[in-house]
T-cell receptor, first 116, second 112 residues
Framework: DGGITQSPKYLFRKEGQNVTLSCEQNLNHDAMYWYRQDPGQGLRLIYYSQIVNDFQKGDIAEGYSVSREKKESFPLTVTSAQKNPTAFYLC???????????????FGDGTRLSIL | AQSVAQPEDQVNVAEGNPLTVKCTYSVSGNPYLFWYVQYPNRGLQFLLKYITGDNLVKGSYGFEAEFNKSQTSFHLKKPSALVSDSALYFCAVRRSASKIIFGSGTRLSIRP
């Protein structure tokens, strides 16, 4: 079955620690995204990537970093600079832009990050 | 500025009754509109989309949505609600690969 796999499902971060959230997709999608979800606030875009080795900041990129070395993988690192990292993190993918802009996003089942 | 609004944080409906979850948008040009559903501790699942053509769009699980260009609305509807429809619903608009805007979500609660 094609889909998006996020791991781990739950993650705990200590003060001053960087943590990395994994996102892998086997849908052959070009574009991948990271969102942060807080209660009552919907989804906020952290980073997105439309092709390998390229990515752009979203609305709340400060304190986060990403890489896109392979089409299938788009890991997110939550750095110690992110002072309020407790949230539910969602990874998504879709086919590219342009004429494919009418395609929906596919989402993973999320990683819940908490501070110890 | 492009935006999507879901004016109701919560909608409560009795099982068997029709339900409506509201969404209005503000974008330039022709929007691509989507509805997603989210169950607890899960990702979003795609329900339906409007691209062009018929204003009434049918989607998964018996849901449908009505596109109204003059009112810039894209309300989600279902003729007969089920308890299992209880979840968080998001409206979204997409203009390109990068420009995807989500509403704040509406929690739908169906009472038996």
């Amino acid at each position: 079955d094609g889909g998006i796999t996020q791991s781990p499902k739950y993650l705990f971060r200590k003060e001053g620690q960087n943590v990395t959230l994994s996102c892998e997709q086997n849908l052959n999608h070009d574009a991948m995204y990271w969102y942060r979800q807080d209660p009552g606030q919907g989804l906020r875009l952290i980073y997105y990537s439309q092709i390998v080795n390229d990515f752009q900041k979203g609305d709340i990129a400060e304190g986060y970093s990403v890489s896109r070395e392979k089409k299938e993988s788009f890991p997110l690192t939550v750095t110690s600079a992110q002072k309020n990292p407790t949230a539910f993190y969602l990874c998504a993918s879709t086919t590219g832009g342009g004429r494919d802009s009418n395609q929906p996003q596919h989402f993973g089942d999320g990683t819940r990050l908490s501070i110890l | 500025a492009q935006s999507v609004a879901q004016p109701e944080d919560q909608v409560n409906v009795a099982e068997g009754n029709p339900l409506t979850v509201k969404c209005t948008y503000s974008v330039s040009g022709n929007p691509y509109l989507f509805w997603y559903v989210q169950y607890p501790n899960r990702g979003l699942q795609f329900l339906l989309k409007y691209i062009t053509g018929d204003n009434l769009v049918k989607g998964s699980y018996g849901f449908e949505a009505e596109f109204n260009k003059s009112q810039t609305s894209f309300h989600l509807k279902k003729p007969s609600a089920l308890v299992s429809d209880s979840a968080l619903y998001f409206c979204a608009v997409r203009r390109s690969a990068s420009k995807i805007i989500f509403g704040s979500g509406t929690r739908l609660s169906i009472r038996p």
